[in-house]
């Protein structure tokens, strides 16, 4: 519908109520082009149709691959769209992450906490509703400023600007994307599971991602003392996340498992198997155990192949796997999920390493042709380590000479510059491009890449400002970076949405509207 066509049928709404003087059908308009979706389920069936339609172009071709950056505040979220469309011209393939680290440790009543699950369950779908309550606004902001420009088109008598820009609005696309949620592991049984799922697809949340590691067991991915759970009980999950989705109508949400099996060697549970070879035998056929003949008190014992096994069971009563069976545990891991009715995989590695995760879609591959990742592109790696030893390994593979090198040492500012370094570096820049195409990638995440920003911006103007530079350290650092670089907060009563509620005083209150953005607004020297 256009703007034009958008104004009479609001127009039409009025002309049924004769009383309702003062309501002006272009305002009407306008107000509901700036409140495009009205409920979170509105934004959860819009997204999930873009993730959909991005999925479909990246089996056509990877080169198709999604990105998105971990935001834990929503202007955060906001502030990253707004960059996107100014420096990109559109929002397409680019989403956002809500990381269930980033909650623990940064919206937690408690306090900081570490990726455990101890959080308030309820702080990430009110996070999610959050992050679009800002997106939102970052729309009703630019189409505020567009309207303003679109009157004084009109009272110019500038017909073509007039119509340029009635265009741009017909054609106006949203800061409204795609949220990939971390549920952790369901913060419970499945009916947990379901509930919660439930409030995050009511915020919004068109994708969740739930991980196979025991809920009151949970740890980050990236730390040891990780414990799975037997694929049933993660399948029921999965089947909860989903019924959440189809009992509140967003029949094409999408689900993200996530297997934890590459580090995590324990599990609390020996899953039931009723017969050799079915899903509970293939789980516990990687557990540690001995052959016994004689039975001692307290153990626990299995059979197989006719033989009576013991699984080696630690203190804490936990079950050890065999070591080196994490990547066959996820590759079965990650079959199952897909058959059982998750949209998108996720391994969890312990280093960014195109032949790792590509050697493991490979065989996911041959059971399930079009399986897909969501990839964490973790700070938890020192990519730069870890991209300079991969080189250094292939120099010497290759017979190229490293003796300029100690491959212990090559983090060290020594190396910078030098050609290992600078293919190193190269490497990391084509890392997302090249694992899509080799490595059945969908969408590359960095999980908290903007609590890292937060603190390295805010060192940079401590060390600045409390020092020597003084106010310059803020001016210098920050306002005059953000008028460099066209930064659209450094007008943060407009960003703030106090122009929009200049526009709604207008419309409420005609000429007698009390508005903020008048000529002592010291916003205006920011018009240059």
């Known amino acids: 519908m256009t703007y034009q066509s958008k104004i009479i049928e609001a127009g039409k709404a009025i002309g049924a109520e004769a009383h309702w003087n003062g309501i002006e059908p272009e305002s009407v308009a306008r107000m509901r082009m700036q409140n495009r979706f009205q409920t979170g389920l509105d934004i959860a069936r819009y997204t999930a149709r873009i993730m959909r339609e991005d999925m479909a172009a990246y089996d056509q071709d990877p080169a198709n691959y999604t990105q998105s950056l971990g935001c834990w505040h929503g202007f955060i979220g906001q502030q990253k769209m707004i960059s996107i469309k100014k420096h990109f011209g559109t929002t397409k393939g680019r989403y956002l992450y809500l990381s269930g680290w980033m909650v623990a440790a940064l919206r937690s009543e408690f306090g900081p906490l570490p990726d455990q699950s101890m959080h308030e369950k309820t702080s990430v779908p009110a996070l999610i509703e959050e992050l679009y309550i800002f997106l939102r606004q970052a729309d009703a902001r630019e189409m505020g400023m567009m309207f303003r420009d679109l009157d004084k088109a009109r009272e110019s008598g500038d017909e073509m600007e007039a119509k340029r820009l009635e265009h741009a609005l017909d054609t106006y696309e949203t800061h409204v994307v795609p949220i990939v949620a971390d549920i952790d592991a ?8 379901y509930l ?3 409030k995050f697809i009511e915020a919004g949340a068109c994708c969740i991602q739930i991980e196979n590691q025991v809920s009151d067991e949970k740890q980050c991915g990236h730390q040891d003392g990780k414990v799975t759970v037997p694929h049933e009980d993660f399948i029921a999950k999965i089947r909860a996340v989903r019924y959440a989705f189809m009992e509140l109508g967003v029949d094409d949400g999408l689900i993200v498992a996530r297997t934890d099996s590459l580090g995590a060697g324990l599990t609390k549970q020996i899953a039931v198997t009723n017969e050799a070879g079915d899903i509970g035998d293939q789980y516990n056929s990687y557990l540690d155990c001995e052959e016994v003949s004689a039975i001692g008190h307290g153990d626990v014992l299995i059979s197989r192949d006719g033989k009576l096994l013991k699984p080696r069971r630690l203190a804490s009563n936990l079950f050890q796997f065999r070591p080196g069976t994490g990547e066959d545990r996820c590759v079965l891991d990650c079959i199952h999920a897909l058959k059982n009715g998750a949209d998108l995989l996720w391994i969890e590695t312990e280093k960014p390493h195109i032949g790792q995760i590509g050697g493991m879609v490979s065989r996911i591959r041959e059971v399930i042709p079009n399986a897909k990742l969501v990839y964490n592109n973790s700070p938890s790696f020192n990519w730069t380590l870890n991209f300079r030893q991969q080189v250094y390994d292939a120099w010497e593979a290759a017979g190229t000479d490293i003796s300029a090198f100690e491959r212990a040492r090559l983090m ?17 820049r084509t890392f997302q491009k090249d694992s899509a195409r080799e490595a059945g990638i969908f969408h590359h995440l960095i999980t908290l890449p903007t609590y890292h920003t937060a603190a390295l911006s805010t060192d940079n103007l401590a060390r600045e400002y409390f020092g020597d530079a003084g106010m310059l350290g803020y001016v210098k650092g920050v306002q005059r970076q953000e008028i460099r670089q066209g930064i659209a907060c450094v007008k943060h009563q407009n960003m703030a949405g106090s122009d929009v509620g200049d526009d709604h005083k ?3 209150a005609g000429e007698a509207a009390l508005k903020a953005g008048g000529t002592h607004n010291t916003m205006n020297q920011f018009a240059a």
């Open 506 to 508: 207008e419309y409420f």
């Open 186 to 193: 369901g913060f419970g049984n499945a009916e947990a599971t």
């Open 196 to 198: 919660l799922a439930k």
């Open 412 to 428: 060290s500012v020594d190396y910078d510059g030098t050609e290992l370094a600078d293919e190193a570096d190269e490497r990391i």
